[in-house]
DNA sequence: TGCCAGGCCCTCTTTAGGGCCTT
């Protein structure tokens, strides 16, 4: 991996009760690695108790059960703890305007905020993958043949394949287009091209 | 009972509608 990956990135992903924080969902787990210089360096996953009963459909979909999150710490306490862990960096999730919003909820509620930017997985894989079946995280995972060996819908799994993904968007940005410095800028440069432009832009900077 | 997310992005577009993605 080269040296063009020199920006530290915190991987993220919610699992939570519903769609939507503005209705009462709550965050029930949160998984997430930090990134540096293209390597895992450390990561953080914790279920939380949300103070409310998950439905069959959420217990269904991610596996956690309300047996499991009766004895798991406050979303309070542990988002306390997550705010710690991500500190000043940037922030990247697949479709991120999802986490972005829980991520603002829960801190919201312990007084808590965050500096770092956000990039989206899912938007700069539709603009890069544009011949892939669709740009869900596990079709992308599958697309790009990337290892994948656990449950996708746990959050620490989820933000594992998040980063590998990124690592493979980066690696073929600089491949194909043979750029030296594919870095968080540049990806969000990217995101606010259309679909159109973007290879006409890559090419121009390479 | 009826309500029930929202940002992105395409197109049969912009005085709009609907699919995609996240749980």
Request: hydrophobic share 40%; proline share 2%; charged share 25%.
């Amino acid at each position: 991996m080269l040296n063009r990956l020199a920006n530290t990135i915190v991987v993220l992903d919610f699992e939570t009760t519903g769609l939507s924080p503005a209705t009462g969902d709550r965050a029930i787990e949160i998984g997430a690695v930090r990134l540096q210089n293209g390597v895992v360096v450390d990561s953080f996953q914790q279920l939380m108790n949300p103070g409310q009963r998950v439905n069959s459909f959420i217990e269904q979909y991610t596996g956690i059960s309300n047996e499991m999150l009766a004895d798991a710490p406050s979303c309070e306490q542990v988002m306390n703890d997550f705010a710690d862990y991500i500190g000043d960096d940037n922030l990247l999730a697949h479709n991120a305007s999802f986490d972005k919003k829980f991520l603002d909820a829960e801190l919201q509620r312990v007084g808590r905020s965050y500096s770092g930017q956000f990039a989206c997985s899912l938007l700069v894989s539709r603009r890069v993958y544009q011949d892939a079946p669709n740009h869900r995280l596990g079709t992308l995972v599958k697309y790009k043949d990337i290892a994948s060996d656990g449950d996708f819908h746990r959050a620490l799994f989820d933000s594992q394949m998040t980063a590998k993904l990124w690592l493979e968007i980066l690696s073929d940005i600089e491949t194909k287009y043979q750029i030296e410095q594919v870095d968080f800028n540049l990806i969000k440069k990217l995101s606010s091209l259309s679909k159109a432009k973007v290879d006409g832009y890559l090419r121009s900077i390479s």
